[in-house]
């Protein structure tokens, strides 16, 4: 191939990129352009805001429509924000809500433990850590805000599976047990056992099973109408987290993912559970 050839093929790559991105920045444009008073638009008015053809913002609304971003009105073909955005929404409220709640709660454990706090929600099929508080000491659990992690091998990640509708647990258990460590739990009926553990006990207990030498705990925390919404966890390396000193924080873990719970208006007359305290 000739270099002059070669220069051109990288020069147009970037326009390309461009492209994509521009398509991808008019349709949050295009979004952002309904508001409490122009809360149905048309497409002449949608192109003309956007600076568009009006081929061109049609095809933008049909694909938004398609996922669920705007809804047509069937009466004038006008367009309105639609449901998609709404549980995007709610669910950014939630994990604030959540977060804005937890926090006197972690920061108060990670007084009294020294150890690494988190607090974890579910999103698709894994851990999504929303907030974070990490242990002063050299040796630390080392996970940031907005890190993904594995249901089956992590003790929030158990609290948050076990509770759910048990069609769930079997899409999780469908997704993949992978081992991580010698620890890890990758038989599929001792894992369904071990989420029934969690549910019996009110907590779970992670041993070296995502990482060799790291140890967590972790308890659930609900809502108002009694579902599982997020975990609170602690962790730590194995050396100073032994069984022993887990288990000493059984009894202040869960009362701060209860005080929590009853923070977001949860009633524990609605879900009664046994628990065995270490």
Do not use: W
Not at 28 to 36: A, G, T
Not at 95 to 122: N, S, W, Y
């Amino acid at each position: 191939m000739a270099p002059g050839e070669t220069r051109a093929r990288h020069e147009r790559a970037p326009v390309r990129t461009r492209t994509r991105l521009s398509s991808v920045a008019n349709a949050m444009r295009l979004i952002k352009i309904f508001s409490d008073e122009n809360s149905e638009i048309g497409i002449s008015d949608l192109a003309k805001h956007l600076g568009l053809a009006k081929s061109t913002a049609h095809r933008l609304a049909a694909t938004l429509v398609e996922e669920g971003m705007l809804e047509q009105n069937a009466h004038d073909g006008k367009y309105r924000l639609g449901l998609a955005l709404f549980e995007l929404g709610s669910l950014v409220r939630r994990q604030m809500d959540i977060t804005a709640e937890a926090k006197p709660f972690l920061k108060a454990l990670a007084a009294d433990t020294g150890e690494t706090l988190h607090l974890a929600v579910l999103d698709r099929q894994a851990v999504l850590y929303i907030n974070i508080i990490e242990s002063q000491r050299a040796i630390r659990m080392g996970y940031k805000i907005g890190t993904r992690a594995p249901l089956h091998c992590t003790a929030v990640g158990k609290v948050l599976i076990a509770f759910e509708p048990q069609e769930i647990i079997e899409a999780a258990i469908a997704h993949g047990l992978p081992r991580r460590t010698d620890g890890t739990i990758t038989n599929p009926h001792a894992f369904r056992l071990e989420l029934e553990a969690v549910r019996t006990r009110g907590y779970a207990l992670e041993d070296e099973e995502i990482e060799t030498g790291l140890r967590s705990i972790a308890a659930a925390v609900r809502n108002y109408s009694g579902r599982v919404i997020a975990a609170i966890g602690i962790a730590g390396p194995a050396h100073r987290m032994t069984k022993k000193v887990l288990l000493s924080y059984v009894r202040n873990l869960v009362d701060a993912a209860d005080a929590v719970s009853l923070r977001l208006g949860y009633q524990p007359a609605q879900t009664p559970q046994v628990r065995r305290q270490a």
